[in-house]
Antibody, heavy 116, light 107 residues
Framework: EVQLVESGGGLVQPGGSLRLSCAAS????????MSWVRQAPGKGLEWVAN????????NYVDSVKGRFTISRDNAKNSLYLQMNSLRGEDTALYYC?????????WGRGTLVTVSS | EIVMTQSPATLSVSPGERATLSCRAS??????LAWYQQKPGQAPSLLIY???TRATGIPARFSGSGSGTEFTLTISSLQSEDFAIYYC?????????FGQGTKVEIK
C-alpha cells in the first residue's frame, strides 16, 4: 500500500526539541523530493521544508531556519524533521508529503503542541 | 516571498451548481500552480497541478485555468462530497506558499 506515516509528535515545552519521522511504503522513496508541511489548529497550510532525492539540497521557510533540520535515510525509506528551540507558534499538525514542488501524497500528520 | 490570495473566503453554493474559486499571486508564477481540497480531519488532496492538469483520479468536473498571477478553479456541478476547503499553492520558487483557502459550503 502506498502510504506515508508520521510519528514523533507530542507535547513539548517552549525551547524544547522533538524529532519527527515519516515512514514511506509502496513508493520508490529515493526517487522523490520530500517535504514537511504544517497546519496550525484551525489555520491554513505552511510549507516548512523540503529535501532533494539524495539529500544534497534542502530548503526551509524563514520562520524555522536555524531551528529545524530536515533529513532522510533512503535505505530506511524515512524522512525526518529535527525541531529545536520550539516556540508556541510551531504548534501544528505536521504532514509528511511526497514531492518538493507540489504533492499528490500526504500522510495523516503528527500533532506537535508547544506549551508550558 | 510570493503571497497567494484566494477569494472569496467562503462560497455558498447549492448542489448541482457551478463554483468558481479565484487565486491571485503577488508576482508571476507562470503555470506553477496547484490546487488542493481538504476535508475536516483529513490531509489535503491534490486536485490540479501545472495550473490546469487534473491529478490522477480527479473527476472532470474539476478544472483549473490561468497563468501568471490570476488562476481559477471551477467545479462544474457541485456534488455533496465537494463541500470542503480549497487551497491554491505556487511552486515557482522557494518558499512554496499557499493561499488562505476558500471554504465551499452548502447553500
Amino acid at each position: 500500500e502506498v502510504q506515508l506515516v508520521e510519528s514523533g509528535g507530542g507535547l513539548v515545552q517552549p525551547g524544547g526539541s522533538l524529532r519527527l519521522s515519516c515512514a514511506a511504503s509502496g513508493i520508490t522513496f529515493s526517487s522523490y523530493w520530500m517535504s514537511w508541511v504544517r497546519q496550525a489548529p484551525g489555520k491554513g497550510l505552511e510549507w516548512v521544508a523540503n529535501i532533494k532525492e539524495d539529500g544534497s539540497e534542502k530548503n526551509y521557510v524563514d520562520s524555522v531556519k536555524g531551528r529545524f533540520t530536515i533529513s532522510r535515510d533512503n535505505a530506511k525509506n524515512s524522512l525526518y524533521l529535527q525541531m529545536n528551540s520550539l516556540r508556541g507558534e510551531d504548534t501544528a499538525l505536521y504532514y509528511c508529503a511526497r514531492g518538493g514542488f507540489y504533492s499528490g501524497l500526504w500522510g495523516r500528520g503528527t500533532l506537535v503542541t508547544v506549551s508550558s | 516571498e510570493i503571497v497567494m490570495t484566494q477569494s472569496p473566503a467562503t462560497l455558498s453554493v447549492s448542489p448541482g451548481e457551478r463554483a468558481t474559486l479565484s487565486c491571485r499571486a503577488s508576482q508571476s508564477v507562470g503555470s506553477n500552480l496547484a490546487w488542493y481540497q481538504q476535508k475536516p480531519g483529513q490531509a489535503p488532496s491534490l486536485l490540479i497541478y501545472a495550473a490546469s492538469t487534473r491529478a490522477t483520479g480527479i473527476p472532470a468536473r474539476f478544472s483549473g485555468s490561468g497563468s501568471g498571477t490570476e488562476f481559477t478553479l471551477t467545479i462544474s456541478s457541485l456534488q455533496s462530497e465537494d463541500f470542503a476547503i480549497y487551497y491554491c499553492q505556487h511552486y515557482y520558487n522557494w518558499p512554496r506558499t499557499f493561499g488562505q483557502g476558500t471554504k465551499v459550503e452548502i447553500k
